[in-house]
C-alpha cells in the first residue's frame, strides 16, 4: 500500500477491529510468496501464522484456506530458481485465453468443431475484400 492508503486505512476500520485484524493477516500471507525466503522458511512462518489465527475466533472462520495443505504446496516455487516471478498482466493474458478457449470448445461436438473452423477459415478468406469495403465506406463518408 501506498503511504496515503496506510493512512486512510485505520479511518476505514475504525470501530471494525476484525477487519483491521484480517488486513494484518493477509499482509502476511502476501509476504509469504515473496521471492525473499525459501521454502522452509515460508512454511515454519505459515505454521506460526496458523497458530496466530487460531486465537481470533471473529476471523477464524473466514480464514479456512489458511489451513488447506494445497497452500503448503504453493510455496515450494520458491526453491525453484527457474521459475520467474509472472506480473498481473502475464496473468490477465493467460486468464483471456484460457476463457476463450473454454467458450469456443466447451460443448462442441465433432461437427460443431468442423463447422467453426471452417467459418473461421471463410471468414480469414473474405478479409481482404472486407478491409477495402471499409476503407471505401470510410472515404465516402468523409467527402
Same mark, same amino acid.
Given at each position: 500500500m501506498t503511504l496515503a492508503e496506510q493512512r486512510t486505512l485505520p479511518r476505514l476500520t475504525r470501530g471494525l477491529p476484525q477487519v483491521r485484524t484480517l488486513r494484518a493477516i493477509m499482509a502476511e500471507v502476501s509476504r509469504l510468496f515473496a521471492r525473499r525466503c525459501r521454502t522452509d522458511t515460508a512454511l515454519a512462518k505459515l505454521a506460526q501464522l496458523r497458530q496466530r489465527v487460531r486465537r481470533f475466533q471473529s476471523v477464524g472462520q473466514l480464514l479456512t484456506k489458511l489451513r488447506s495443505p494445497h497452500l503448503d504446496k504453493a510455496l515450494t516455487f520458491l526453491d525453484d530458481k527457474l521459475l520467474p516471478a509472472t506480473s498481473n498482466a502475464v496473468e490477465r493474458g493467460n486468464r483471456r485465453h484460457r476463457k476463450m478457449q473454454k467458450t469456443v470448445?466447451?460443448?462442441r461436438?465433432? #461437427? *460443431?468443431? *468442423?463447422?467453426?473452423?471452417? @467459418?473461421?477459415? @471463410?471468414? #480469414?478468406?473474405?478479409? &481482404?475484400?472486407?478491409? &477495402?469495403?471499409l476503407k471505401v465506406l470510410h472515404r465516402k463518408r468523409a467527402a
Amino acid at each position: 500500500m501506498t503511504l496515503a492508503e496506510q493512512r486512510t486505512l485505520p479511518r476505514l476500520t475504525r470501530g471494525l477491529p476484525q477487519v483491521r485484524t484480517l488486513r494484518a493477516i493477509m499482509a502476511e500471507v502476501s509476504r509469504l510468496f515473496a521471492r525473499r525466503c525459501r521454502t522452509d522458511t515460508a512454511l515454519a512462518k505459515l505454521a506460526q501464522l496458523r497458530q496466530r489465527v487460531r486465537r481470533f475466533q471473529s476471523v477464524g472462520q473466514l480464514l479456512t484456506k489458511l489451513r488447506s495443505p494445497h497452500l503448503d504446496k504453493a510455496l515450494t516455487f520458491l526453491d525453484d530458481k527457474l521459475l520467474p516471478a509472472t506480473s498481473n498482466a502475464v496473468e490477465r493474458g493467460n486468464r483471456r485465453h484460457r476463457k476463450m478457449q473454454k467458450t469456443v470448445y466447451r460443448v462442441r461436438t465433432q #461437427e *460443431h468443431i *468442423h463447422n467453426r473452423i471452417a @467459418l473461421d477459415m @471463410l471468414r #480469414e478468406s473474405q478479409k &481482404d475484400g472486407r478491409t &477495402d469495403t471499409l476503407k471505401v465506406l470510410h472515404r465516402k463518408r468523409a467527402a
